[in-house]
T-cell receptor, first 113, second 114 residues
Framework: NAGVTQTPKFQVLKTGQSMTLQCAQDMNHNSMYWYRQDPGMGLRLIYYSASEGTTDKGEVPNGYNVSRLNKREFSLRLESAAPSQTSVYFC????????????FGSGTQLSVL | AQSVTQLDSQVPVFEEAPVELRCNYSSSVSVYLFWYVQYPNQGLQLLLKYLSGSTLVESINGFEAEFNKSQTSFHLRKPSVHISDTAEYFC????????????FGTGTRLLVSP
């Protein structure tokens, strides 16, 4: 039971570099989400995709872009990384928009130097 | 806008002792409330939820939470904790049917010692 798979688990970038965080779910869920987790701030929603073909901004979208490649995959791209984007990133999915149970991946720890 | 406050960043407790993790929310409309748990090096998992009906909700591993509308609280309790309960616990709130925009609290780290 893979559930939600995120890659990579760890990444170190230099300021200005770009990278894409990958997320895939094998539960046939319609909705997918990207959160970032920072000490003392809980989880904040970056972007979400209610269904294949749609994406919407969350609470903290600046500096990020997303792609819902197909029903399974939802990627998060940092075009020009900044130290403020040092965080732990979590991908999550749910069967449909409005379903309160989110299934989370194990996270990507990103450091931007 | 709704918000969630978890006043305790860390709660140390001895094994088999009772514990309460506090959560308060602010919202002027009806809310749905959740507790998620994050074990070390893992993603979050739904622990329990309040949507409607009975104000006392329980999880399968002995935790319970009570929705108190007058005090705008949703505290998590367990009468006797185990070492395996060591984890970070997040309270979350969603207003109306907008579940896709859960608002999370800052988390409480529960540390259970033998």
């Amino acid at each position: 039971n893979a559930g939600v798979t995120q890659t990579p688990k760890f990444q170190v970038l230099k300021t200005g570099q770009s990278m894409t965080l990958q997320c895939a779910q094998d539960m046939n869920h319609n909705s997918m989400y990207w959160y970032r987790q920072d000490p003392g701030m809980g989880l904040r929603l970056i972007y979400y995709s209610a269904s294949e073909g749609t994406t919407d901004k969350g609470e903290v979208p600046n500096g990020y872009n997303v792609s819902r490649l197909n029903k399974r995959e939802f990627s998060l791209r940092l075009e020009s990384a900044a130290p403020s984007q040092t965080s732990v990133y979590f991908c999550a999915s749910s069967p449909r928009q409005g379903d309160e149970k989110l299934f989370f991946g194990s996270g990507t720890q990103l450091s931007v130097l | 806008a709704q918000s969630v406050t978890q006043l305790d960043s860390q709660v140390p407790v001895f094994e088999e002792a009772p514990v309460e993790l506090r959560c308060n929310y602010s919202s002027s409309v009806s809310v749905y409330l959740f507790w998620y748990v994050q074990y070390p090096n893992q993603g979050l998992q739904l622990l329990l939820k309040y949507l409607s009906g009975s104000t006392l909700v329980e999880s399968i591993n002995g935790f319970e939470a009570e929705f108190n509308k007058s005090q705008t609280s949703f505290h998590l309790r367990k009468p006797s904790v185990h070492i395996s309960d060591t984890a970070e616990y997040f309270c979350a709130v969603s207003v109306g049917t907008g579940f896709q925009k859960l608002v999370f609290g800052t988390g409480t780290r529960l540390l259970v010692s033998p």
